[in-house]
């Protein structure tokens, strides 16, 4: 297995659910968390000129948290066991990152703003987000496991902490949603993903 290092700053933010997947895999890596000071002389060495990056022994350097994220899933057995289970996990994931746009406009927005995509992604972009995936997850075990399969994979990463982050805009998020409640809770207490959050440094983001 090759040596990584992945590249972010010291949040959680995109590179979470990346450092999640190393710690369900149980492979060691180093966890680069670089101060926003660094960023204007590093960025110009980055493939697209953003975070996360990681870099592969050998000196590849991917980029794109999905691209990444992907990439380990595959390499660590947490795609999915079939072409078609990968498929559906990859469909869980992508649903989840057509919200990105509307969070990157929040978080970047004047207080105004902010609180207007807010509105608008609790009222009516997550509630159809979560009721098009728990009906795509009842049909996989009537929802009593994993998103994809009859084993964890990076969708299942993607979706507890996509969860979390909603959950600090409005704690009751998922309240209409059990099948994907129940996911989230098992998923935090497997061992690994339980020890990691135990263990990571805090942060509000």
């Known amino acids: 297995m090759p040596k990584y290092k992945l590249i972010y700053f010291d949040l959680r933010g995109r590179a979470e659910p990346i450092r999640m997947l190393f710690a369900l895999a149980g492979q060691e890596f180093e966890d680069v968390r670089i101060k926003q000071e660094q960023w204007p002389e590093m960025k110009p060495k980055m493939p ?28 660590f057995g947490l795609a999915g ?32 703003k902010k609180a207007e995509v807010r509105k608008e992604l609790v009222e009516q972009l997550l509630p159809v987000t979560f009721t098009n995936m728990e009906r795509l997850f009842s049909k996989n ?43 989230e809770e098992r998923v935090r207490n497997n061992p690994k993903i339980k020890e990691f959050i135990k263990n990571r440094p805090p942060s509000e983001m």
């Open 81 to 112: 066991k079939t072409n078609l289970e990968k498929a559906q996990a990859d469909m869980f994931c992508d649903a989840l990152n057509d919200l990105t746009p509307k969070l990157t406009e929040m978080f970047l927005g004047n207080d105004e």
């Open 48 to 75: 697209h000129q953003q975070l996360p990056v990681l870099e592969i022994e050998g000196g590849v350097m991917l980029s794109q948290s999905f691209a990444i994220a992907r990439y380990l899933a595959n390499e």
């Open 141 to 183: 075990k009537d929802g009593t496991g994993c998103l994809v399969g009859d084993g964890l994979t990076w969708a299942d990463v993607m979706f507890i902490n996509f969860a979390e982050g909603m959950e600090k805009l409005d704690p009751s998020v998922l309240k209409n949603f059990p099948k994907l409640q129940g996911l």
